[in-house]
T-cell receptor
Framework: KQEVTQIPAALSVPEGENLVLNCSFT??????LQWFRQDPGKGLTSLLL?????REQTSGRLNASLDKSSGRSTLYIAASQPGDSATYLC???????????FGKGTTLSVSS | EAQVTQNPRYLITVTGKKLTVTCSQN?????MSWYRQDPGLGLRQIYY???????DKGDVPEGYKVSRKEKRNFPLILESPSPNQTSLYFC????????????FGQGTRLTVV
């Protein structure tokens, strides 16, 4: 059964820092992997989708990498801003292609 | 605007009183699913549907029902809610079950007393 771990669980940084959020998963047979952002009391916003055949995907200040064979993905945030404060969730799509399996998330706080 | 819409956003109910949480998407997506989010447990899938009249159980289906009579709608039904179903519920949709981006609704916070 797929298990997803996100490290660290929480992170506090000053504005302007570059940072890396880590995600590991136990089953490398995934269809794709998606990174989401969740703000308190709100829904999930899709940030990046990496297909299983891709190594990397970029959107603005965000860059996500995927190493399927080692069961790892990282989300790189450049020049962090207070507006980046949120919980970030990693979710590979399971082997059957029917469900996203979520980690517990990394809660990021960026201070000005 | 492309979106997944859930209603209601907040609901407080009593044990045993049947309720329905609606979910509608306007993107002509084939694939829809329901998740619940609980502290310390993360998001877990309840049910999913790959197309009209095709539904199947996720990881935590006990106590829930779903239906998919139309492509755009995927309601979640709690026939006899219990306090352990107090949770934050999310509906999601994607064009097909694999290799496409999943979009989530804003969530429904349910409290069963």
């Amino acid at each position: 059964k797929q298990e997803v771990t996100q490290i660290p669980a929480a992170l506090s940084v000053p504005e302007g820092e570059n940072l890396v959020l880590n995600c590991s998963f136990t089953d490398s047979a995934i269809y794709n992997l998606q990174w989401f952002r969740q703000d308190p009391g709100k829904g999930l916003t899709s940030l990046l989708l990496i297909q299983s055949s891709q190594r990397e995907q970029t959107s603005g200040r965000l860059n996500a990498s995927l190493d399927k064979s080692s069961g790892r993905s990282t989300l790189y945030i450049a020049a962090s801003q207070p507006g980046d404060s949120a919980t970030y969730l990693c979710a590979p799509l399971n082997q059957a292609g029917t469900a996203l399996i979520f980690g517990k998330g990394t809660t990021l706080s960026v201070s000005s | 605007e492309a979106q997944v819409t859930q209603n209601p956003r907040y609901l407080i109910t009593v044990t045993g009183k049947k309720l329905t949480v609606t979910c509608s998407q306007n993107m002509n997506h084939e694939y829809m699913s329901w998740y619940r989010q609980d502290p310390g447990l993360g998001l877990r899938q309840i049910y999913y549907s790959m197309n009209v009249e095709v539904t199947d159980k996720g990881d935590v289906p006990e106590g829930y029902k779903v239906s998919r009579k139309e492509k755009r709608n995927f309601p979640l039904i709690l026939e006899s809610p219990s306090p352990n179903q107090t949770s934050l519920y999310f509906c999601a949709s994607s064009f097909s079950r694999a290799n496409t981006e999943a979009f989530f609704g804003q969530g429904t916070r349910l409290t069963v007393v």
